[in-house]
C-alpha cells in the first residue's frame, strides 16, 4: 500500500479512512493472544470484518516490534506459486539469486523482529499453513496473525473467532450504521432509533451487510429497507437474493441462479447474503451486469481497465463510468484512497458474489481472456515507452498493477503459449530495471516450458530469460540462454534476438572476468541494435561495455561509451540506461584517482535507481559511492555507507552479481576505512548507516546530505 502506519518505524500498514467502532472485545482477545502465541488466526465468514480487527490489532503491537508489522494481502493471489513471492515482495526481500525463495525468506527473517499479517489466506490455506509453520520454525523473533474463514490448523495456533457485532439498542452494530450511514451527524429526526435497531437484527450485525445498508440508505428510507428485508427473511433457508430479476441484460429470467457458495453461511449470518442479494437487485440493470463482470479483476482497477475489459454487448454503448459511479455510491465498488489516480477495488465477498452470477451467465471465459488482452496491451506498451522520459511512471503504474499482469500472464500460460512468450518478455522492463528478476525468472522460464516446439517466437523470450538470470548472478544459466537465444536467431534471421543474445553473452564474460572476449560481442550487439533494436540492448550493452574498457585500463575506451550513451538518453529523458553512464564514469574516476569527481556522478546513478526503486541499482552505487568517499579522505562517511549497502546485498542476495572483481575491490576499501577509524569506530560508524527504515529511505537521506549546495 502507498501510506503506511507512523505508528512504527517499520512496516506498510494503511491508515485508517473511516472510524473504527466497536469491536473491544474481540480486539482484546487477539492481543491477548498475541502476547502468548506466536501465530494467532481470526476465523469467521466473509464479512464479518476480520480484516479490519487484525489491522487494529497490529498497529497496536507493531510499536513493540523493531520491525514493526507488515500487512500481506492474499486475496489477489490466484496461484499459490506466487504465495512467497508476494510475502517476499510486501518485505522487500529482493533475493534476486536462483535460491529456493522460502529459504531465502528464512534468512531474511532470522535476526528480525515482526508481525506478518497473512490476510484473507482461505484460499491458500494449505500453503499459508505450511509457509508460517515453515518460517515460525526458522525465525524466533516472527509472529504471525492470519485472517482466514477456516483455521490454518498448524500446532501452537490460537484461533480467535470474529463473530457478529452487538445489536443491542446501544450496541456497536448501531453505532456503525449511524457512522456509515450518516457521516456528517446524527440520522434525520425522521428516522427512529427502533427501526435502526430492527434494520441491525435483520442484518446479523455483520458489518459488511451494514455497510451495504448503509450505502442503500442514500436512496430509500429506513422503514423500506427493513420492510424488504424483513419480507425477504422468510426465503432466506433456498435462494433468497438470487432470483434473477426480469431487466437484468443477458439472462435467462426463467433460470434459477444458485446461492454462490462461498455465501452459503448459517442462518444466524443469512443477512449478509440477503443483503448483498438485495443490493444487487437495488442495482440498475447495467450495474448489476458490470458487477458480475468487475469480477475478473482480482487486483484493483482504473476505468480504463474497466472500459476495455467489461464493454462487451450489451454494455458497448454504454457509459461505463456513469455505471462505476453508481456500484461506487451503493458501496459496491469502493475507491482505493491511496491512489495518485483514480482506482477501485471490491471487497472479496462482494466479488465472489459477482463471479457466481458472472459464472452463471457463461461469461466467466470471455471476461479472463478480455482481461488478458488488456493487460497483455499494458505490457506491450510498457515496453515500447520504456526507453523514453516515464520510466518512473512505469515503474509506479505496472507495480500497482501487478495482480493483474500475474493473473493475465497465468492466463496467457493456460490458453496461449505464444502471448505467455511475448507478455513475459514484454515486463523485461519491469523484471530487470526495476528490480523483480525472481518474479521474471518464474514466468520466462514457464512460457519458454510450454513451448519447445516454437522455436521462432522463443528468440526474443530466451535473451530476457538470461538477461534476468544475468541479474541474479546466475551466470552459466545467462549464457546458456544466450547461447540457445542465438542459434534460434540465426536459424530465423532474428537480428533483434541475435542483438540480445550477444549482448548478454558479453555481459556474462564481463562479470566472469574475461572483458577482452566480451568487447567484440558488444561491438556487434551494439550495432546490430541500433539498426534493428531493441532500444533497450542498444542503450544497455554501452555501460557493460565501457566497464569491459575500464576492467583493461583503457579510459578512452570508457569515455567514448559513456558520451555515446549520454547522446543518446539526455535528449529524450531517459535515466535508467543513463545512470549507468553515471555509475560506469563514476568507477573510471576512481580508478584513475579522482575520487572527489566520481562523487558527483555516482550521486546522480544513485538518484536515478531512486526513482525507479531498482535496489540493485542503489546498491552498486552505494557500494561505488563508499569506495570514492574511501579515496577522498572520508572514512566516517565510507564506513556509514558500507552498512547502507549491506542492508541492500543481504536482501538481495548476491553482492556485485557475483564478480569476483568487485568484490576484492570492497573488501579492500573497507579494511582501508577500517584502519583508519579504528574498529570500535568503524563499527559506530557502520551501524550508523545499517539502522534505517529501509534502504529506500537511507537512499534518501545520503541525496540530501550530499546534494551540492545551493548557489
Known amino acids: 500500500m502507498a501510506t503506511h502506519n507512523d505508528s512504527t518505524k517499520y512496516g506498510n500498514l494503511p491508515i485508517e479512512t473511516t472510524a473504527f467502532i466497536g ?3 474481540q480486539l482484546s482477545e487477539v492481543l491477548e493472544a498475541l502476547g502468548s502465541a506466536r501465530l494467532v488466526t481470526l476465523t469467521g465468514p466473509g464479512g464479518i470484518g476480520k480484516t479490519r480487527v487484525a489491522l487494529r490489532a497490529a498497529a ?5 516490534l523493531r520491525h514493526g508489522a507488515w500487512l500481506v494481502e492474499l486475496s489477489p493471489v490466484l496461484s499459490p506459486d506466487l504465495l512467497e513471492h508476494t510475502v517476499a515482495g510486501v518485505l522487500g526481500v529482493a533475493d534476486q539469486t536462483n535460491r529456493p525463495l522460502i529459504d531465502v525468506l528464512k534468512d531474511y527473517l532470522r535476526e528480525r523482529e515482526l508481525l506478518l499479517v497473512l490476510d484473507t489466506c482461505e484460499h491458500l490455506v494449505d500453503e499459508c499453513a505450511r509457509l508460517a509453520e515453515t518460517l515460525l520454525a526458522e525465525a524466533p523473533g516472527l509472529r504471525i496473525l492470519a485472517t482466514s474463514r477456516q483455521a490454518l490448523d498448524i500446532p501452537d495456533e490460537r484461533h480467535v473467532d470474529v463473530g457478529p457485532m452487538d445489536t443491542g439498542p446501544e450496541g456497536e452494530a448501531l453505532a456503525l450504521l449511524r457512522a456509515r450511514a450518516w457521516p456528517d451527524g446524527p440520522p434525520p429526526e425522521q428516522v427512529a432509533p427502533a ?5 441491525c437484527a435483520l442484518l446479523d450485525g455483520v458489518p459488511l451487510a451494514i455497510e451495504l445498508a448503509a450505502g442503500l440508505l442514500r436512496a430509500t428510507s429506513v422503514d423500506h429497507l427493513v420492510r424488504r428485508l424483513d419480507q425477504r427473511m422468510t426465503v ?3 435462494n433468497a437474493g438470487t432470483e434473477p430479476p426480469d431487466d437484468v441484460p443477458g439472462i435467462d429470467t426463467d433460470d434459477e441462479l444458485p446461492v454462490a457458495t462461498p455465501l452459503r453461511r448459517p442462518v444466524r449470518h443469512s443477512g449478509l447474503r440477503t443483503t448483498i442479494g438485495w443490493s444487487h437487485e437495488w442495482c440498475t440493470p447495467q450495474e448489476r451486469l458490470l458487477w458480475a463482470r468487475l469480477s475478473a479483476f482480482p487486483g484493483g482497477f482504473d476505468s480504463k481497465a474497466v472500459d476495455f475489459v467489461c464493454s462487451a454487448e450489451p454494455l458497448a454503448d454504454c457509459d461505463l463510468t456513469e455505471v462505476l459511479d453508481g456500484l461506487v455510491a451503493k458501496s459496491v465498488i469502493l475507491p482505493v484512497d491511496s491512489a495518485p ?8 465477498t462482494v466479488r465472489e458474489y459477482g463471479a457466481e452470477w458472472l459464472d452463471r451467465l457463461g461469461e466467466s471465459d470471455r471476461m479472463r481472456l478480455r482481461h488478458r488482452d488488456y493487460y497483455r496491451h499494458l505490457a506491450h506498451h510498457g515496453d515500447q515507452e ?4 516515464d520510466q518512473a511512471k512505469w515503474q509506479a503504474r505496472t507495480a500497482v498493477e501487478l495482480p493483474n499482469l500475474r493473473a ?3 492466463t496467457c500460460l493456460l490458453t496461449d503459449p505464444d502471448a505467455a512468450l511475448d507478455m513475459a518478455s514484454d515486463l523485461l522492463y519491469f523484471w530487470f530495471c526495476c528490480g523483480h528478476l525472481r518474479e521474471g525468472r518464474h514466468y520466462s522460464e514457464a512460457a519458454l516450458a510450454l513451448s519447445p516446439d516454437r522455436p521462432r517466437p522463443s528468440a526474443r523470450a530466451l535473451w530476457s530469460c538470461g538477461y534476468v538470470a544475468l541479474g541474479q548472478g546466475d551466470l552459466d544459466a545467462t549464457v546458456r540462454r544466450a547461447t540457445e537465444a542465438q542459434v534460434v536467431a540465426e536459424k530465423y534471421d532474428d537480428k533483434p534476438a541475435l542483438a540480445g543474445a550477444l549482448c548478454i553473452q558479453a555481459a556474462a564474460l564481463t562479470l566472469q572476468g574475461s572483458p577482452a572476449e566480451a568487447l567484440p560481442l558488444y561491438a556487434a550487439a551494439h550495432e546490430q541494435a ?6 533497450m540492448i542498444e542503450l544497455s550493452a554501452l555501460p557493460t561495455w565501457g566497464y569491459a574498457h575500464m576492467m583493461l585500463g583503457d579510459a578512452d575506451g570508457v569515455r567514448a561509451r559513456v558520451d555515446r550513451l549520454r547522446e543518446l538518453t539526455d535528449p529524450i529523458g531517459e535515466i535508467w540506461a543513463r545512470s549507468y553512464a553515471d555509475y560506469v564514469w563514476g568507477n573510471q574516476c576512481i580508478a584513475q584517482g579522482d575520487p572527489d569527481e566520481a562523487i558527483p556522478s555516482l550521486l546522480s546513478s544513485l538518484e536515478a535507481k531512486w526513482h525507479l526503486d531498482d535496489l540493485y541499482g542503489m546498491a552498486v552505487s552505494l557500494d561505488s559511492l563508499a569506495v570514492a568517499a574511501t579515496g577522498d579522505g572520508r572514512p566516517e562517511l565510507a564506513a556509514r555507507l558500507f552498512g547502507l549497502v549491506d542492508q541492500a546485498w543481504d536482501i538481495l542476495g548476491t553482492p556485485h552479481l557475483g564478480s569476483p572483481e568487485m568484490t576484492e575491490h570492497r573488501r579492500a576499501c573497507e579494511a582501508a576505512v577500517r584502519g583508519a577509524l579504528g574498529p570500535a569506530g568503524y563499527d559506530l560508524q557502520y551501524a550508523i548507516g545499517a539502522d534505517v527504515t529501509s534502504v529506500h529511505t537511507g537512499v534518501t537521506d545520503v541525496l540530501r546530505d550530499l546534494a551540492p549546495p545551493s548557489r
Open 386 to 389: 520504456w526507453i523514453g522520459p
Open 530 to 535: 541500433a539498426r534493428t533494436g531493441p532500444a
Open 236 to 238: 432466506l433457508s433456498s
Open 408 to 410: 493475465a500472464l497465468d
Open 60 to 64: 497496536r503491537t507493531a510499536p513493540g
Open 23 to 25: 469491536r473491544a472485545r
Open 195 to 199: 427501526e435502526l435497531g430492527r434494520l
Open 341 to 348: 489516480e483514480p482506482r477501485f477495488r471490491m471487497l472479496d
